[in-house]
Structure formats: C-alpha cells, structure tokens
C-alpha cells in the first residue's frame, strides 16, 4: 500500500532554533499534503494543506511566518517551525493524498519537544 | 471543521463484533464517509471509506443509512490490537481540507 514516510520520528531543539520536519511520498506522487498538529489527549488539528508548486493555505489562528511549510515536489514536503518555544511542542503529523479516488495516507509523525 | 459526532468512548469484549457508530447529519451528497484509527503515537491509518453503499474490506465493515446522515464502521471479530481512537471525517473526494472530529476511543477488553 501507499506510504508516507516523515523524517526524523523525534526532534528536541533548544529555544529559539528552528527545526524542520520532511514527509515524503514513497511511491506515489501526492499532489496535495496536509499538516497536521496533536497535543496530548486532543485530536489532530489541521494546520495547512500545501499543493506542489503553490504555497500553502493556513488554517485560521495558525501563524504562516512561524510554521514555513514548502512543497517543492511531488513526493516532498518540509514544514519548519521557525523559533521554536516550549508551546510549540506537540506531535507533527503529515499526510499525501494521490489526486484520483483515494484516501490520505498518513506519515508515523514527528514528536517535538523543545526546551 | 469537522461535520462529525461519535461517542467519546467505548469498550468491546475480545472476539465480539465492535460496531462504531458516526453521525454527520449535514452531510453533502458529493461527501464521502472516510474512516480512521489511531494508536497511541503513530499516524492515523486508513481503515475504509464510502458514498452510499455498504463497503467492505479486510479490515472491517461501513454501513451508511439510505438518508447517509449516519454510518457504522464495524469490526467483526475485535481483537487487542485493535484497541485505538477511531475517526469518521466526512469530505469530498480529493483536494479539500480533511478534518478531524474528537473520534471514539475504542478498548477492547480480553
């Protein structure tokens, strides 16, 4: 089946660096990726959906400048969190949806933790 | 935002049939019924989807009522593994946004 691979699984980083998360789409081409954040106990929250070649569209209260999101090809997209701050840690989760009848497929996200 | 209510909460004795049920009243004609679950820190995993007529994979089993403002996700014979937060999302087949409702956390008890 399809696969969605997100690089790296854990992440800690210091206070005001920035770190950047990939999804990749392991053997299909995914004209659309979704962002997606998830605090503990709580559901994913949709934060953007990037098509290749386009920028991305943010959903309402997420800050565009401070979560950089690129898709730059058909099987990449990198959202980079930049100057990151403890509320900023969470669990990032990607997903690529091939354009045709069929579902999402989802990365094994991507735990933050920033001190 | 999410068109979707489920019950927060569920539990399903091992062997037994788990029946899931999802409501989305307001849904559009051209809206599929997309359903998911989630074990504790991996990426939700895709499980079925349908318009209007029942499906059935490997997995489990989607029934939609003729009116499609309800369906059940059906897991026939449950076992440990599957204890997890299950996701029904209704949307459009491709391109649009994909939400999240609250889910239903499902234990399945030996």
């Known amino acids: 089946g399809a696969v969605v691979s997100q690089h790296p699984s854990r992440v800690i980083c210091k206070s005001g660096t920035s770190v950047k998360i990939e999804c990749r789409s392991l053997?299909?081409?995914?004209?659309?990726m979704f962002w997606y954040r998830q605090f503990p106990k709580q559901s994913l929250m949709l934060m953007a959906t990037?098509?290749?070649?386009?920028?991305?569209?943010?959903e309402q209260g997420v800050e565009k400048d401070k979560f950089l999101i690129n898709h730059a090809s058909l099987t990449l997209s990198t959202l980079t969190v930049t100057s990151a701050h403890p509320e900023d840690s969470s669990f990032y989760i990607c997903?690529?949806?091939?354009?045709?009848?069929?579902?999402?497929?989802f990365g094994n996200g991507t735990r933050l933790t920033v001190t | 935002d999410a068109k979707t209510t489920q019950p927060p909460s569920m539990d399903c004795a091992e062997g037994r049939a788990a029946n899931l049920p999802c409501n989305h009243s307001?849904?559009?004609?051209?809206?599929?019924v997309y359903w998911y679950r989630q074990i504790h820190s991996q990426g939700p995993q895709y499980i079925i989807h349908?318009?209007?007529n029942n499906e059935t994979n490997e997995m489990a089993s989607l029934i939609i009522t003729e009116d499609r403002k309800s369906s059940t996700l059906i897991l026939p014979h449950a076992t440990l593994r599957d204890t997890a937060v299950y996701y029904c999302?209704?949307?459009?087949?491709?391109?649009?946004?994909?939400?999240f409702g609250t889910g239903t956390s499902l234990t399945v008890i030996p």
């Open positions: 997903s690529a949806e091939y354009r045709g009848n069929s579902p999402l497929h």
């Open positions: 053997d299909f081409q995914a004209t659309t």
């Open positions: 990037s098509n290749e070649g386009s920028k991305a569209t943010y």
């Open positions: 307001t849904i559009s004609g051209n809206e599929y």
């Open positions: 349908g318009l209007k």
């Open positions: 999302i209704v949307r459009e087949n491709t391109g649009n946004q994909f939400y």
